[in-house]
């Protein structure tokens, strides 16, 4: 079977065949006269994830110009190194391993002080905070979005047990346990302790809005239906003590050091590179996996 080319919306008024523009050809990249491939690059985008394919070629292109600057300085300098295991069956590549022991050398890392943590955890009190937790309960009256019928009827269901738990509060949880559509139930509606994050934002809207001991005044509507919801208790979260989080403040200011010193090390080394079909811009040590 032929295949013919409707060119109905590519024919010009004066009856010539426009022509679409050839894809602009991307300058191969270069560094120091090795050639990466373009297919090299496009394989490594997998790593780089984002909603814009461009970007991801770029950043995969910028890790694998860095990548290709220290294999050069590992020859350079006439490193080997002994391949390490990763855990789970995976084990280093030998150019992995000679680019570790390339930074172990050139990159010195000062342990963070205690007066460093000290200040640290001072001026970000809210990082080292322990969550507000919410003890609650709710009745679930399940409906599906798609279906207008079936959540009219659970809004009303749920109305209706708002005004009977006003009048009678100690029947919460004979009401959840027969009307509830809530594994939940099997507790009295009992859900727990409750953190930001753990349940729908809509469900959240209507608890985080609640007192304690308050009964939500309408139900609260989810993807799941209509809740009748209960705050008994609010936790609030507290400060830890420094010596319970001083480890990992020192973690972080250590590990916030190796970056930037490998940054200005990167830095280096592309300052002395020829590098073509690629404008490296600020390169940073997130680029060294």
């Known amino acids: 079977m032929t295949t013919v080319l409707d060119l109905t919306n590519s024919v010009l008024p004066n009856g010539k065949v426009k022509v679409p523009p050839k894809p602009k050809q991307r300058p191969p990249i270069m560094v120091n006269g090795v050639k990466i491939a373009i297919d090299t690059v496009q394989s490594e985008a997998q790593n780089h994830p984002s909603d814009r394919p461009v970007q991801a070629f770029e950043e995969a292109a910028r890790a694998l110009v860095v990548r290709e600057l220290l294999r050069q300085e590992t020859l350079a300098n006439g490193i080997a190194a002994e391949a390490e295991e990763l855990g789970d069956g995976l084990k280093e590549t030998d150019e992995d391993a000679a680019i570790r022991v390339l930074l172990e050398q050139e990159i010195t890392v000062p342990t963070a002080e205690e007066a460093d943590c000290q200040r640290y955890y001072e001026a970000n009190p809210k990082k080292f905070c322990s969550e507000t937790l919410y003890e609650a309960r709710h009745m679930l009256f399940a409906a599906p979005p798609s279906d207008e019928e079936a959540r009219a009827a659970a809004k009303i269901a749920a109305q209706a047990a708002i005004v009977t738990l006003v009048d009678n509060p100690s029947q919460f949880a004979s009401l959840a346990r027969s009307l509830s559509a809530c594994s939940s139930k099997e507790q009295g509606g009992n859900l727990g302790q409750l953190t930001k994050g753990s349940t729908v934002p809509e469900f959240e809207t209507v608890l985080f809005a609640l007192e304690e001991g308050q009964l939500s005044p309408v139900p609260a509507s989810t993807p799941f239906g209509y809740h009748v919801i209960q705050l008994d208790r609010i936790i609030e979260g507290k400060t830890l003590p ?40 600020a390169v940073d040590g997130s680029l060294v996996q």
């Open 242 to 281: 420094f010596d319970m989080v001083h480890g990992r403040i020192a973690a972080w200011l250590e590990a916030a050091s190796w970056s930037r010193a490998v940054s200005q090390y990167i830095g280096i080394l592309v300052n002395k590179a020829e590098i073509e079909g690629i404008d490296l811009g």
